[in-house]
């Protein structure tokens, strides 16, 4: 017999601050899934680490994580990859969404410029190949265009393509048309 029965019965007792409530749900992680975050987050550092100065100014960074990624842009290999690993830890313990969702819309921002030089690309060369239809749609896209200098442009792009010359007023085309959509803006 235990001379400390009473003991044994106290162990048995949950604490008072130990009632589970009902409400609260534990949720089991997998250690896969926290390796995956942990990697998609190094990921998103790496993201940060490569853009340039005035495009870091416009995502909501604090000056602890401003600073690691400044220091992890301007240092190489080994210490590149710890610097990254840091920068990914850092990233664990504060709210990414502002930083991804300043990240997606710079992106985008990328993704629909890229698209508009596209269309002016393709303008260009309409406006070279057909010459006086393709500056009447241009001046239909863009009033305040200027009807005598796009065509002398296009007259001087097609002499330069006929006589194998660099390609001056074909840049200046583009150039022009890129002026008048932004204007148009």
């Known amino acids: 017999m235990s001379k400390f029965k009473d003991d044994e019965q ?15 749900e534990i949720i ?19 993201e940060l680490v490569k853009l340039g100065k005035n495009a870091l100014e ?8 401003r600073a690691a990624i400044d220091l992890a842009q301007r240092i190489k290999k080994e210490g590149y ?30 993704n629909q410029q890229v698209v508009v030089f596209h269309k002016l690309e393709s303008l260009r060369d309409r406006l070279i190949d057909g ?9 239909n896209l863009y009033p305040n265009g200027d009807r005598q200098q796009l065509r002398s442009m296009v007259r001087t792009a097609q002499k330069e393509r006929a006589g194998n010359k660099p390609p001056k007023a074909y840049r200046q085309i583009f150039q022009y048309l890129k002026e008048l959509a932004e204007q148009d803006e």
Do not use: C, F, Y
């Not at 604490?15 to 409400?23: K, N, R, V």
């Not at 969702?101 to 921002?109: E, F, H, P, S």
């Open 28 to 46: 089991w992680v997998s250690k896969s899934e926290i390796k995956r975050d942990a990697e998609a987050l190094k990921d998103l550092g790496v």
């Open 58 to 65: 416009r995502i909501p960074l604090d000056e602890d994580l």
């Open 81 to 110: 990859r710890r610097q990254i690993q840091l920068i990914g830890k850092m990233l664990r313990a504060r709210d990414v969404e502002p930083i991804q969702t300043a990240l997606d819309k710079l992106k985008n921002r990328h």
């Open 131 to 139: 010459g006086d239809d393709a500056i009447t749609e241009v001046i």
């Open 10 to 24: 106290w162990l048995d007792d949950p604490l008072p601050g130990d009632q589970p409530e009902e409400d609260e």
